[in-house]
């Protein structure tokens, strides 16, 4: 079975940069066809896609966020990372990693991780 685990820090200021790790179990990052999403859910609000890393390790990006945002892969850690930039608190949100389509229907997901943008 599939686990995915999201790691990093629960709080970052204005102005920095946001970082955050998944670490894959159960299936490699590179297995054909599956792409590796980030999503994230700010509070009162709907789930909100944010990018993904695909098995080739072509980047894809939602166009509100892609000026700001990075995501890439470690394959032999078996881990992928998103990096948001220049965050305000409109970027407070939980943030999922999810495997499997391209978008918000992943097959599996993380548990989640809050992460707060205040000074």
């Known amino acids: 079975q599939v686990q995915l685990q999201e790691s990093g820090p629960g709080l970052v200021k204005p102005s920095q940069t946001l970082s955050l790790t998944c670490t894959v179990s159960g299936d490699s990052i590179t297995t054909n066809y599956y792409y590796w999403n980030w999503i994230r859910q700010p509070p009162g609000k709907g789930l909100e896609w944010i990018g993904a890393?695909?098995?080739?390790?072509?980047?894809y990006y939602s166009p509100s966020l892609e000026s700001r945002t990075s995501i890439s892969r470690d394959t032999s850690k078996n881990q992928f990372t998103l990096q948001l930039i220049s965050v305000t608190p409109k970027d407070t949100a939980v943030y999922y990693c999810?495997?499997?389509?391209?978008?918000?229907?992943?097959?599996?997901w993380g548990q989640g991780t809050q992460v707060t943008v205040s000074s």
């Open positions: 999810a495997s499997g389509n391209l978008g918000l229907h992943g097959d599996y």
């Open positions: 890393i695909g098995y080739s390790g072509n980047t």
